[in-house]
Structures are given as C-alpha cells and as structure tokens.
C-alpha cells in the first residue's frame, strides 16, 4: 500500500462491467455482509482487517473494522448504465449523494432476464429492499442522471470518452472511490484497449481499481518521445503512486488465486529465475476430453479435437475468438503478464508477444494422445514457460527495450509429461504454475476446477485490501 494507504469510512463501488465476474461479485460482497451491529438495518457492511487486525485462520473474520459499502454505479456492455444522483460539484455536501445506492438484487435480475439498467434501480438507502423484494417507486429521486449505453468492445473514440469521462466526474465529485473493472477484451486485436484507458481516468480521478483484466498487465505501448516500447503495466502503478491510490489485480491469472499477493507480502528480497505452468483451463479441458476421461456411464469415449472444443463451448469456457485458447494465445499473455510484473526487482527484459513462440493444439489427435500414454503413460499439455538468458542469445530484439544482459527466453509449447511431472495430473478445468526462485526451491501453485467464485473471490480479496489500507 501507499503512504497515504488508510482505512476507508465507506466503500463507495462502481462496478466497470456487469458480466459473469462483477456479478459473482456482488453475490459474495452480499453474502460476507455483516448488518447484525449496524445502526441501519439497510446498511450493509463488510468486517474489514486493517493494518494493525489479526485475522483467525480458524474461524471467521471477527476482529478489524466495519465498513459500509454501497455500489454507486454500474456500467454495462450491453445493458445500459446506471449511477446514483452526482454532484455537480465536488465542494457540495455529500448528503446528496450518500442517501441513494444501487438496488443490487434488483440490478441482478435484471441483467440476468436480459433486461436495461435504468435509473429506476437508485433507492433511497434506508428503503434498498432486501433479497427477494422490489424497488418502490416511492424511493426513486426524480432527479438521477440518465446515462447512454456503450460497447466495451467498440473502437469508437466517443463512446470509450463518455464512459472515461463518467469515470472521471464520479471520482472528482466522491461519489465512488473503488472501481471493479471486468470488462470482455480481445488482448491480440484490442491492444488492451479500452480498459487501459478506463482504469487511466479512474486512477487519474483519484479512485483504486480492482480488476480482473489481465490485457494491461501484458500489453506494451509506444512512448512517443522516447520512440521505444513500454509496459503499459507500470506507467498504471506509476499513475497510482502519484495520485495516492492502488491497482490491484489479483483475478487478472488463474482466477482467485493469490500469485500476486503471495510475491508482494511473502516472498520479500526473492528473486524469480523461472516459472513453468498449464495457465488456459479450456486446452487442458480439451486435451482431458481426447484422452477420455469425461466418458459415459459404460466407460470413458474418447473425443476428437473438434468435439472437444464443442463441448467447451457448451461450457461457456471458450473465448468468443477461440483461436486465443486453441493457439496458445492466451497462456502467452498470462505468461507475459507474470513475467512483467513479477519482474520489478530484476535487472531483466521482457519479450513482447511477438516474441514469445506458441503452439496451437488444433492439430493434435486422438492417435497421438493415445499413443504418447501407450508409450510411457505421457500426457500431452500445453505448457507456458521461461528462464532467464544472456540477452545477447536473443537474436530478435523487436518492440523490446533490452538494455539489460539478461532477458526472460519464453514460450507456450505443446509438450509431451511423464508422472513425475508437477503438471501431469491436471484434468478438466485445472490450471497450475510452478515458480523457481534464487531462495526458495520450486513452488508450485493448483487451481483444481476454478469457477466464477474463484475470479469474484480476486476481486473482493482486493476490495478488502484497499479498504482496510494494507
């Protein structure tokens, strides 16, 4: 955390996205809500550890501080947006805006039976209906600005300066101070667009972003002046750092899993030399179906690639453009993604996404799983990884900034693993990344069967660390 780091007197969340992610979200903040000691029946808090709690490991979180959380906004893809009353200008009361928040039941089911945000969501806070109920009429300020939908996924200048301008006017005014980002990207076409530029007027705004996009972790942009490439990534924590705020991404690699706070609070002074995992859960799923394993009640059957991949889809685990699953684009940007920000302290360079070779596991078949498990039980994965090298082994030095002697040698390789192996027995969903360090002997970390809860839980660890300043 930053100097100014401290607990919050309440949490005040705009959620950027209203999919899968922030959804499980709002079901989690719901359910770890602690109303039983508010004065406010209504009031909904979170028991929040701060820098000087203790938390019992066996048992639930009793000790920190309460705090009230309220979700001020949400913006959709799809669904339209909705926000509380804002002020018009930052110097005016609060009083405006504390006594309305989002009605997040009603907001839930109506995303979900495909309906619109509107401003009939904004409640009085004493009036927000409990699970179950309806929004009165009674309750809705006449005077709630109405907002205009946007595409996230939409390349147009204006659209993505409405909702960079909306993020702004919430964070000048106070009426929002965290900011859930979880919105669809294509990291190959988008560039990590928009949500670099949404999480820039965020933090410029004074507000911390969670968020659960791992594209600006990865993404490089040109530094005009410089005429050289650089981390998108770190020119966010700069802006972080300036305005006193955090960004946060626990969910951005292997959903929930804690691989970011576990390097930041735990690992002090150790050094990453190498890192080797299976980091896209629909190929390992894909390859598990090939091998047999998902079979009927009489038996396993095996599938071919393409049946595979359509039972994937009916999972909902596919990428809208399955090519970043299936050809390895996906675990090159997760590995890019730790590789940069797990970095901080070496003298090292990073290769660009053009420069880390994939493979893709379209071609592979039945046969070939077969027989690699006939001869010596071999399992086929897709396996990222790098290790450190002499700079000056890597022949290819484009859009890269290498001035350092050693750089990352990275790659996502369809690999043939025998038992020994960390990885083998990972199986449908699961995902797994092992690192090396100067220190320690190898770590290695399993997701078994991770689900949207997973992801909700990266983003609520975050809200929590932000609120109680740690």
């Known amino acids: 955390a930053h100097e100014a780091a401290r607990t919050m007197e309440e949490i005040r969340l705009a959620l950027l996205g209203f999919g899968s992610a922030n959804r499980a979200l709002v079901r989690m903040l719901l359910d770890k809500s602690d109303s039983t000691t508010s004065s406010s029946p209504s009031c909904r808090c979170l028991r929040v550890p701060t820098s000087t709690s203790t938390i ?71 009036a927000c209906p409990k699970q179950g109920s309806s929004s009165s009429a009674k309750h809705k300020p006449s005077y709630c600005r109405q907002l205009k939908p946007f595409n996230a996924t939409s390349q147009s200048g204006s659209q993505t300066t409405k909702t960079q301008d909306l993020l702004t006017l919430l964070g000048i005014t106070k009426t929002a101070n965290i900011v859930s980002e979880a919105i669809p990207s294509n990291p190959r076409s988008g560039g990590g667009e ?105 038996g396993d059957s095996e599938e071919s690639f393409q049946e595979a991949l359509d039972a994937a889809k009916q999972m909902g685990i596919v990428e809208e453009d399955e090519s970043l699953d299936v050809d390895g684009y996906d675990a090159a940007v997760k590995l890019r993604a730790l590789l940069v920000v797990l970095s901080k302290n070496i003298a090292v360079s990073v290769p660009s996404m053009d420069d880390i070779p994939r493979d893709s596991i379209r071609d592979i078949t039945r046969e070939d799983i077969l027989g690699a498990y006939a001869d010596g039980r071999m399992k086929y994965r897709l396996v990222a990884s790098a290790e450190l090298v002499d700079a000056s082994a890597y022949t290819s030095k484009r859009k890269m900034n290498a001035t350092t002697d050693k750089m990352w040698k990275a790659r996502v390789r369809l690999q043939q693993l025998s038992q020994s192996d960390p990885l083998y027995n990972l199986t449908g969903t699961d995902t797994s990344i092992q690192f090396c360090t100067d220190v320690l002997g190898p770590i290695t970390m399993v997701s078994t069967d991770p689900n949207l809860v997973d992801t909700a839980y990266g983003l609520f660890s975050d809200i929590i660390r932000v609120a109680g300043g740690r």
């Open 56 to 126: 019992d490991v066996d048992g639930p979180v009793t000790s920190g501080r309460l705090i009230p959380w309220r979700v001020v906004c949400i913006v959709t893809r799809g669904h339209g947006q909705v926000s509380v009353p804002i002020r018009s200008n930052p110097d005016d009361s609060l009083l405006l805006t504390d006594g309305y928040e989002i009605d997040v039941y009603a907001a839930l089911q109506r995303v979900e039976s495909d309906g619109m945000l509107d401003d009939s969501l904004v409640v009085a806070r004493d």
């Open 194 to 298: 928009p949500a670099i530029s949404f999480i820039t007027a965020a933090l410029k705004a004074k507000m911390h972003v969670v968020s659960a996009n791992k594209g600006p972790l990865a993404q490089q942009v040109l530094n005009k002046d410089a005429d050289e490439y650089e981390e998108a990534y770190w020119e966010l924590q700069r802006l972080a750092a300036e305005n006193r705020v955090q960004y946060l991404h626990e969910s951005a690699v292997m959903d929930g899993v804690p691989i970011f706070s576990l390097w930041k609070h735990t690992l002090p002074y150790a050094e990453l030399r190498g890192l080797r995992g299976c980091l896209n859960s629909t190929t390992t799923m894909i390859l598990t179906r090939m091998e047999g394993r998902f079979g009927d009640s009489e």
